[in-house]
């Protein structure tokens, strides 16, 4: 095959090629519970349902490029790094025509985005994950983001995305218990954590409770 | 915006949008080394270039499907069960057009694969890696799919899916150490290994080697 048939062939092939968008699974704690974010469509299809923010993909963008400008463009947000979750292929997963998501995740302290503007909102991923109304497969795909933070939390340093920089051992456990779903003992975590996390010289002040040890992430000279 | 109205806009969008691949990086232990699959390329561009085997994802299969297709097509293995690594967007990774590739993997033992015919054909991941002429960036995608592998090989169950059913400790504990890239102690290496595996009633034979117990993966009940 020389070079004009092998170009014409492709140019056939133009014409039924699958569409790509990048949706974002973007995740906070609030209010002792996983919130992500989720937009209220204003288009077809599922107009007036929730979905996670995303866009087409350009032909002169990256992947990583189009996470970028569905967060700004659907949230006004900027900045946030993203991971690549899974890519999405089922047939008729939006009604329009194929198209083929590539989700991206993640972990935010809520002090950085309290204030997502625009039409973006955080929700419950309890409530947002079993939800049958929610547009295309995106509750399917919260689901697998839930499911992915699960499985890295234990073997990973996710968890100290969703604190801020420094931190008390009781806010760190409270993460964990929260993405896990389940209560832990003091003690264990604490052993578990020990070699992950440095003290600070810094005490929490406050009149409620007792002050408490601020430590921060170690990181690995 | 009504119907008619956003469906033109999305026509239009079909002139500029991506088109869609899948790869696959099939792995197996051979001759004590971890190997690759690669086939030598047909067509422009890259033509004469080792690649991974792939396909352009059609509108009417799934991502998986296409896995499938691209896999008897190129080989003509079938029923082996990739899992999806990475979705691969840079800008001018196909000197051709705007090429999004989703790479799947899937280790295999080399009594399943040994005979894969056309013009596919096993080379050692170590140079496939390194090699600065594969085509498009699948160097890149092997290095990938090893990083994981080296990840997943400690906290899950992927090493049993390059030995058969039945193994002795010696020969999983070659697997490892062949992921890894290092040699291990055998009674460390045995005692982390303890609750995954369970023994059977049968010894290997063989005038060369003394007989070695034979094990099988522990089946949750």
């Known amino acids: 095959m020389d070079e004009t048939s092998y170009l014409q ?68 947000l900027s900045g946030i790094y993203f991971e690549q979750l899974y890519t999405w292929g089922a047939l008729g997963r939006d009604p329009r025509m194929r198209v083929i998501s590539v989700s991206y995740y993640a972990l935010v302290p809520w002090e950085k985005i309290s204030h997502p503007n625009r039409e973006a909102e955080f929700y419950p991923v309890q409530e947002a994950a079993d939800a049958s109304d929610l547009a295309f497969d995106h509750a399917q795909i919260i689901r697998y983001a839930r499911e992915r933070i699960r499985n890295k939390i234990s073997y990973t340093d996710i968890a100290f995305s969703l604190v801020g920089e420094e931190f008390t051992l009781p806010e760190l456990q409270k993460v964990y218990e929260i993405i896990l779903g389940v209560p832990l003992y003091k003690a264990n975590f604490r052993k578990k954590i020990a070699d992950r996390i440095e003290v600070t010289d810094k005490m929490t002040t406050g009149d409620k409770h007792r002050p408490s040890r601020i430590y921060r992430k170690k990181h690995l000279t």
């Open 9 to 76: 062939q492709y140019r056939k092939e133009d014409y039924d090629r699958p569409s790509v968008t990048v949706d974002l699974v973007l995740l906070t704690i609030r209010d002792g519970a996983l919130q992500v974010l989720l937009t209220r469509r204003q288009e077809h299809p599922f107009r007036g349902k929730l979905a996670l923010p995303g866009v087409f993909v350009g032909t002169d963008e990256t992947l990583d490029e189009a996470a970028e400008r569905a967060l700004s463009r659907k949230t006004g």
